[in-house]
C-alpha cells in the first residue's frame, strides 16, 4: 500500500465516513435517465446564469474577509469540512515535489477548494493555485478575488502557458461537462504527476447514463444535466496516463434513481512512468 493510501486511510475513519455519507445527500435529486445530453440539457437551466454567479461570490468575499472559512456552491461553512483525500494528496504532491505546490483546478468556481484547503496550504513554502472556469467567474475572480497565490484562467491552454501544474484537481466537475473524456484527455497532457479526482458519480459497468440535477431550493434555482459514469469504462480510459492509487466514497453517498444505483466517488491518479 502507498503512503499517500495508508495516510488517507488513518486520517479519515470509516465511522466518521459513514455518518458524513448519512447526512450530506439530503436535499440532493435527480430526474432521468436520458438518451442523450442534448435532450437533458434542453430541460435544464445551467451553471453559467448570473444570479448563481452573484450568490458565489457574495459568499466567496465573505470567506475572503474571515467571517467564514470557505463556501461550496455558494453556501458558507463556519467549521472546515475537508475532503481529506484531496487535501492529503496536495500536501504529498508538495513534500514530493520539495515545497512547491502547482495547482490546476478545473470548474473551481471563485477558489472553493482553495479557501477549504487554506490552513494546510501556508505551511507550504511555494504555492500556486490556478482556477479555470467559465467567463463570467474568469471575470469575477480577478475583479475581486485573484491575488498572488489564487489565479484564474478561462482555458487550459491560457493557464499552461503561465503554469505548469503537478496536480490537476476535478471537484465535481467531469459529470457537467458535455465531453468530460475529452477534458479528461487534455489534462491528462498537462504534466501533472497527480490527478484528483473527487464528488462525481459512477455506477457499476461500462454503460454512461446521463441524468438531470436538482439543485436543492436552499441553495439556489437551478438543474443541470448529469453524466453517471460507468466505472469500467472510465478506469480503462484513464488507466492510458494513469495508476489508481485510492478511492473513497464522497460526502453525497449512494442514490437509486429509476433502478440506476450510483455514488459520489473521489479517487486519486498517480501518473504511469
Same mark, same amino acid.
Given at each position: 500500500?502507498?503512503?499517500?493510501?495508508?495516510? @488517507?486511510?488513518?486520517?479519515?475513519?470509516?465511522?466518521?465516513?459513514?455518518?458524513?455519507?448519512?447526512?450530506?445527500?439530503?436535499?440532493?435529486?435527480?430526474?432521468?435517465?436520458?438518451?442523450?445530453?442534448?435532450?437533458?440539457?434542453?430541460?435544464?437551466?445551467?451553471?453559467?446564469?448570473?444570479?448563481?454567479?452573484?450568490?458565489?461570490?457574495?459568499?466567496?468575499?465573505?470567506?475572503?474577509?474571515?467571517?467564514?472559512?470557505?463556501?461550496?456552491?455558494?453556501?458558507?461553512?463556519?467549521?472546515?469540512?475537508?475532503?481529506?483525500?484531496?487535501?492529503?494528496?496536495?500536501?504529498? %504532491?508538495?513534500?514530493?515535489?520539495?515545497?512547491?505546490?502547482?495547482?490546476?483546478?478545473?470548474?473551481?468556481?471563485?477558489?472553493?477548494?482553495?479557501?477549504?484547503?487554506?490552513?494546510?496550504?501556508? %505551511?507550504?513554502?511555494?504555492?500556486?493555485?490556478?482556477?479555470?472556469?467559465?467567463?463570467?467567474? @474568469?471575470?469575477?475572480?480577478?475583479?475581486?478575488?485573484?491575488?498572488?497565490?489564487?489565479?484564474?484562467?478561462?482555458?487550459?491552454?491560457?493557464?499552461?502557458?503561465?503554469?505548469?501544474?503537478? @496536480?490537476?484537481?476535478?471537484?465535481?466537475?467531469?459529470?457537467?461537462?458535455?465531453?468530460?473524456?475529452?477534458?479528461?484527455?487534455?489534462?491528462?497532457? %498537462?504534466?501533472?504527476?497527480?490527478?484528483?479526482?473527487?464528488?462525481?458519480?459512477?455506477?457499476?459497468?461500462?454503460?454512461?447514463?446521463?441524468?438531470?440535477?436538482?439543485?436543492?431550493?436552499?441553495?439556489?434555482?437551478?438543474?443541470?444535466?448529469?453524466?453517471?459514469?460507468?466505472?469500467?469504462?472510465?478506469?480503462?480510459?484513464? %488507466?492510458?496516463?494513469?495508476?489508481?492509487?485510492?478511492?473513497?466514497?464522497?460526502?453525497?453517498?449512494?442514490?437509486?434513481?429509476?433502478?440506476?444505483?450510483?455514488?459520489?466517488?473521489?479517487?486519486?491518479?498517480?501518473?504511469?512512468?
Amino acid at each position: 500500500m502507498s503512503l499517500l493510501k495508508r495516510i @488517507v486511510k488513518d486520517w479519515v475513519p470509516p465511522a466518521v465516513l459513514r455518518i458524513i455519507r448519512g447526512l450530506s445527500n439530503q436535499g440532493i435529486r435527480f430526474k432521468g435517465e436520458f438518451d442523450t445530453w442534448a435532450e437533458a440539457a434542453s430541460k435544464c437551466a445551467g451553471y453559467d446564469a448570473d444570479n448563481i454567479l452573484n450568490k458565489v461570490l457574495d459568499a466567496t468575499l465573505k470567506v475572503k474577509r474571515g467571517e467564514a472559512v470557505y463556501e461550496r456552491d455558494s453556501v458558507l461553512f463556519y467549521e472546515i469540512q475537508y475532503a481529506w483525500p484531496v487535501t492529503v494528496a496536495l500536501m504529498c %504532491s508538495a513534500a514530493k515535489n520539495k515545497g512547491k505546490l502547482n495547482v490546476l483546478d478545473f470548474g473551481g468556481a471563485l477558489g472553493s477548494a482553495y479557501f477549504q484547503n487554506r490552513n494546510f496550504l501556508t %505551511s507550504i513554502p511555494d504555492v500556486n493555485w490556478s482556477v479555470i472556469e467559465q467567463p463570467n467567474f @474568469v471575470e469575477a475572480g480577478k475583479q475581486y478575488i485573484q491575488d498572488e497565490t489564487l489565479k484564474f484562467y478561462p482555458t487550459i491552454e491560457s493557464c499552461l502557458k503561465e503554469k505548469s501544474p503537478n @496536480v490537476v484537481l476535478l471537484s465535481s466537475v467531469l459529470q457537467y461537462l458535455e465531453n468530460p473524456y475529452d477534458l479528461f484527455e487534455k489534462l491528462s497532457l %498537462s504534466g501533472a504527476d497527480l490527478m484528483v479526482i473527487d464528488r462525481t458519480p459512477f455506477r457499476s459497468g461500462n454503460l454512461d447514463e446521463v441524468f438531470i440535477q436538482q439543485v436543492p431550493e436552499n441553495i439556489y434555482d437551478a438543474t443541470y444535466p448529469m453524466w453517471v459514469f460507468g466505472k469500467s469504462k472510465f478506469m480503462d480510459f484513464a %488507466s492510458k496516463h494513469w495508476r489508481l492509487i485510492i478511492e473513497e466514497v464522497s460526502q453525497e453517498g449512494e442514490f437509486k434513481v429509476n433502478g440506476v444505483k450510483f455514488s459520489f466517488q473521489g479517487m486519486i491518479f498517480e501518473r504511469r512512468k
